[in-house]
T-cell receptor, first 111, second 113 residues
């Protein structure tokens, strides 16, 4: 079963607002991946984090690999309607191991 | 940009029938994964291949599910017989050998009626 706690479960925001979501675990991961999934589509990789403390940006998205290696955060700045979707965090304990997913954060952006 | 290809995108089948899904990973990716995603949940691993060998199939219901990757490139996931509870999205993903960046295909939606 899933071992990553992702929050919040859902968010309803106005266009232009910033968004933050996070993922926590009771165990250590060596890689954190953040995906976005649109309805009926597969997850699309947004950001990959490979080192504790790492802060990585991809356009308006910024993600951080927690120092303890047990958490990760994703921030979206100046949200736009096309940011709507489900955001999943996923962790890898070691390269080639099973990818563990969080429960997802459903983001709704009101124009 | 290289992608993971999957087919069919949508499949409706009657229970007790057989169904198969095909996946072609990103060129050069030796590791291939099949995940199942139930609506409202995150994907869960069914089987992982390294080249043509299965390295993790602990979550695969082997009484009805089978997967193969005969030449270490494309892969087929089969369900026989299909049950109502198998209705889900079946996702294929790939990475470089023991890589830590995993890319997903668009998925195959299965509805069992």
């Amino acid at each position: 079963g899933q071992q990553l706690n992702q929050s919040p479960q859902s968010m309803f925001i106005q266009e232009g607002e910033d968004v933050s979501m996070n993922c926590t675990s009771s165990s250590i991961f060596n890689t954190w991946l953040w995906y976005k999934q649109d309805p009926g589509e597969g997850p699309v990789l947004l950001i990959a984090l490979y080192k504790a403390g790492e802060l990585t940006s991809n356009g308006r998205l910024t993600a951080q690999f927690g120092i303890t290696r047990k958490d990760s955060f994703l921030n979206i700045s100046a949200s736009i309607p096309s940011d709507v979707g489900i955001y999943f965090c996923a962790g890898l304990r070691t390269s080639g191991s099973r990818l563990t997913f969080g429960e997802g954060t459903q983001l709704t952006v009101n124009p | 940009e290289a992608e993971v290809a999957q087919s069919p995108r949508y499949k409706i089948t009657e229970k007790s029938q057989a169904v198969a899904f095909w996946c072609d990973p990103i060129s050069g990716h030796a590791t291939l994964y099949w995940y199942r995603q139930i609506l409202g949940q995150g994907p869960e691993l069914l089987v992982q291949f390294q080249d043509e060998s299965v390295v993790d199939d602990s979550q695969l219901p082997k009484d009805r599910f089978s997967a193969e990757r005969l030449k270490g490139v494309d892969s087929t996931l089969k369900i026989q017989p299909a049950e109502l509870g198998d209705s889900a999205m079946y996702l294929c993903a790939s990475s470089s050998t023991y890589g830590n960046t995993i890319y997903f295909g668009e998925g195959s939606w299965l509805t069992v009626v």
